[in-house]
């Protein structure tokens, strides 16, 4: 039997699922793990915490993976506890966006969490590999964490120290990880609950502070091939119509703003034509070269709605953040020109910011 991995992007579901966005995190780094290791691993993937519960206390794993993010680091603990408490040589690690980019409060985030072994930064799916080849070499954590990790930082279980390993250059090819999709690791979460998470780039060429894609090392954006984008999207498309969910989300960063998204949105029109998915999409569209973005999304009509989002207009708060807007002319411009097509549009800001 190989290595028993569970990995969990969790939420909440005592008043209703709180996120209700497919596990695509996790899925991402089963499918690359999967094509590394093979059946050197086996490796199941979790959404509520009553499956992983039950999971765990049935088949107690040798690692143990959650997302961190601040709606739900705390539901991840109690778990990252529960594999402690039923299995002491197990491995916990974290990664996701919750997590502080400076060491002093990287070492007091880890510090706080001592049932917590590994946190990765920046992407995940190589340095999960990197985990999950110390594992399958010591079998314990504490043996795992003897030298530093690439791309993760602990404490040390044998001195106490803040240990971090050297950082993982990006992936280019961002083909070489398997879709979770086509793969079908994610083909449970068909529930009619949840609603797909897809992701056709990686990268920001923004600075904007408060964002966590706003650090140097996402400033390149990488894109998934022309020929994944569409073989993944058709999939869920006939999945998703199948199980009856009618919303999808893309993950990407500054949609319309490539010349390659308008291919995208003529796939997402044909399998709307085709399969009647998806009826309306989340997708967070660039903050400039606005009419570029109305042009390359207009085939999606009112099933998308833009964002014209500010943050904020306060001169002083949007130079601590390091965020341009839009003239405020060309803002209007832009949004007028929307409402003649009668195509639906948002704003955003965020409050508080530096300086208000």
């Given at each position: 039997m190989g290595l028993r991995i569970y990995l969990a992007d969790l939420t909440h579901t005592g008043a209703g699922i709180a996120t209700e966005a497919f596990p695509l995190n996790v899925g991402l780094m089963a499918s690359y793990?999967?094509?590394?290791?093979g059946r050197e691993i086996e490796i199941s993937l979790f959404k509520y915490p009553q499956d992983l519960l039950e999971?765990?206390?049935?088949?107690?794993p040798d690692i143990l993976g959650c997302s961190n993010y601040t709606w739900n680091a705390n539901l991840a603990y109690n778990f990252?506890?529960?594999a402690k408490s039923l299995n002491i040589n197990a491995l916990t690690v974290w990664g996701g966006t919750n997590y502080p980019f400076e060491s002093s409060p990287q070492e007091e985030f880890l510090?706080?969490?001592p049932a917590l072994d590994v946190h990765v930064f920046?992407?995940?799916e190589q340095a999960f590999g990197e985990v999950v080849e110390r594992m399958l070499a010591t079998g314990t954590a504490r043996n795992a964490l003897t030298e530093p990790i690439p791309g993760c930082q602990f404490i040390s279980p044998s001195d106490g120290s803040f240990v971090s390993?050297?950082?993982l250059p990006r992936i280019q090819?961002?083909?070489s990880i398997p879709s979770p999709y086509v793969t079908g690791w994610l083909d449970k979460f068909f529930d009619g609950v949840l609603t797909p998470l897809l992701e056709t780039a990686r990268g920001c060429p923004f600075a904007c502070n408060f964002c966590n894609a706003g650090d140097d090392y996402y400033t390149r954006v990488n894109k998934f091939s022309d020929d994944y984008v569409r073989e993944e999207l058709t999939y869920v498309a006939r999945k998703a119509s199948r199980a009856g969910v009618g919303h999808a989300t893309l993950a990407d960063n500054n949609f319309g703003m490539i010349p390659r998204d308008a291919k995208t949105v003529r796939v997402i029109h044909d399998l709307q034509t085709q399969y009647h998915w998806p009826a309306s999409l989340t997708v967070w569209t660039g903050k400039n070269s606005r009419q570029r973005v109305i042009e390359a999304t207009r085939l999606l009509g009112s099933s998308l709605s833009i964002s014209m989002s500010v943050q904020s207009l306060d001169n002083e708060v949007l130079k601590n953040i390091k965020r341009d807007n839009i003239r405020l002319e060309d803002f209007?411009?832009?949004a007028d020109e929307l409402s003649n097509q009668e195509r639906p549009q948002h704003s955003e800001v965020i409050m508080p910011l530096p300086g208000e």
């Open positions: 793990a999967h094509k590394r290791f999971a765990m206390r049935a088949h107690p990252t506890l529960l510090r706080k969490r920046y992407e995940g390993g050297p950082s090819d961002l083909d209007r411009a832009i």
